[in-house]
């Protein structure tokens, strides 16, 4: 065979063997290209479900007295009831009965004095009034409490009988008075006699008057279909009068301790869920959303999110999610 014949057999052979590898190749790339949408939506669904890590932010030594720092504590949790009513005593409001004591004169006869005036202070056994009875003689009708006088129904000359109303006088004890209020329908089993009362008025907003529950009436309201309830305040200052609006809060359950956090330390973010900020070493901080419970005295129940004795921030949690969007300069 000639030389010639046997290089261009070669140079056949060499474009056989090229063509094959390009038809490969290009095989091997049709499949790539059509596995690389699947691919990459399985890395992105594995990014996904990944845990993310929480967003963390370092203060410098210049930025870390704008924050306090403490342990999450735990804290005694009631579950209130809120209400408003009106303070009661001479009970215009609501009742027939009242406070104060009725000082009938204890024999048929006319009034010749009267001694003590509207709103005097008045001692058991301090005379109230006289009066000239059937056979001529002079009794003086004292008062059977220590109080105030309350009501003045008297005069000179007045005929009066025991036991008919309205009475000459009425003497009160007004370190009492009465809170009438109204709870919804759907709480009023909550509420028991000899419950604790807090009491506040629109007068003394920074005040607070104890009282119990002493009478819950067995009526619903067909309108308000709420129920209503008496209790006995304290008010030794004599300060409270009848007709003052007044805010009471009712404990009707048994206390629960739990995991708890100053209400500063709780931030609202603009999708409604709320978070604190934690921190292990004082200087760099974490953010954790937490769910929360109940509100009393400032304190925050931590239902979920917060372990006891986390060190979180209570001053200046706001200050450092604000810091997620823009991060101030030192």
Not at 73 to 82: P, R, T
Not at 283 to 301: A, C, N, P, W, Y
Request: glycine share 6%; with cysteine.
């Amino acid at each position: 065979m000639s030389k010639q014949l046997i290089s261009t057999n070669r140079k056949s052979a060499v474009a056989v063997a090229f063509a094959a590898a390009i038809v490969v190749t290009s095989g091997f790339l049709a499949v790539a290209c059509r596995r690389q949408p699947a691919e990459t939506n399985a890395l992105r669904a594995a990014s996904a479900n990944s845990p993310q890590s929480a967003p963390t932010v370092e203060l410098s030594s210049g930025q870390l007295p704008a924050i306090k720092v403490q342990p999450a504590g735990s804290y005694l949790f009631y579950v209130q009831k809120k209400g408003v009513g009106n303070i009661d005593f001479d009970n215009k409001l609501f009742f027939n009965n009242n406070l104060s004591v009725q000082v009938f004169a204890p024999r048929p006869g006319r009034i010749t004095q009267t001694i003590a005036e509207l709103g005097d202070q008045v001692q058991k056994g301090q005379s109230l009034y006289t009066i000239d009875t059937s056979d001529q003689r002079l009794v003086e009708v004292r008062s059977p409490i220590t109080g105030q006088v309350t009501s003045v129904n008297a005069s000179p000359g007045l005929e009066v009988q025991p036991g008919k109303a309205p009475a000459p006088y009425a003497v009160g004890d007004v370190s009492r008075k009465w809170m009438v209020g109204n709870v919804v329908e759907s709480d009023s089993p909550l509420f028991q006699l000899g419950q604790s009362v807090e009491v506040r008025t629109m007068a003394y907003p920074s005040r607070v008057f104890g009282g119990t529950i002493i009478r819950i009436y067995p009526a619903v309201d067909t309108n308000t279909h709420r129920v209503m309830i008496r209790s006995q305040i304290s008010d030794p200052e004599n300060e409270l009068r009848s007709g003052m609006l007044a805010e009471f809060t009712v404990r009707v359950q048994e206390p629960t301790e739990a995991t708890a956090i100053p209400a500063n330390a709780v931030v609202r973010e603009p999708d409604g869920t709320m978070t604190a900020w934690v921190t292990t070493d004082r200087h760099h901080f974490s953010q954790k959303v937490i769910k929360t419970g109940l509100r009393q005295d400032e304190r925050v129940q931590v239902l979920e999110g917060l372990n006891y004795g986390e060190l979180v921030v209570t001053d200046g949690a706001v200050f450092l999610s604000n810091m997620l969007e823009v991060p101030p300069s030192d």
